[in-house]
């Protein structure tokens, strides 16, 4: 299966940035879409943004502008460069990998344990 450990995660001020990072781990031979996702209690998880294995990117509207998402495709690893960070913003945010092969199998929406981000003065 795939393995995903997600880092970055914190407090910051309003207006502050943070960079998340998620390394994907397994004998991976190909992952497709990777993506950041969030939630918050009582809410259903909304994806973020997500970047293509040929580094076409999509954002949700509310991130546009302030989020950037890359990825190392060497490193099997996401990154999600959060600038301008609200309060809003706060979430506990996972990894996702949409489809991979792993030992030669196709696994299929795998996620990370997530790291909380909490904007906040």
């Known amino acids: 299966q795939v393995q995903l450990v997600e880092s970055g995660g914190g407090l910051v001020q309003p207006g502050g940035s943070l960079r998340l990072s998620c390394a994907a781990s397994?004998?991976?031979?190909?992952?497709?879409?990777m993506g950041w996702y969030r939630q918050v209690p009582g809410k259903q998880r909304e994806l973020v943004a997500n970047?293509?294995?040929?580094?076409?990117?999509n954002y949700a509207d509310s991130v546009k502008g302030r989020f950037t998402i890359s990825r190392d495709n060497a490193k099997a690893t996401v990154y999600l460069q959060m600038n301008s960070l609200k309060p809003e913003d706060t979430a506990v945010y996972y990894c996702?990998?949409?489809?991979?092969?792993?030992?030669?199998?196709?696994?299929?929406?795998?996620w990370g344990q997530g790291t909380q981000v909490t904007v906040s003065s």
């Open positions: 996702n990998v949409d489809r991979a092969i792993v030992g030669g199998a196709w696994w299929y929406d795998s």
């Open positions: 397994g004998s991976i031979s190909r992952i497709n879409t």
């Open positions: 970047i293509t294995t040929d580094g076409r990117t």
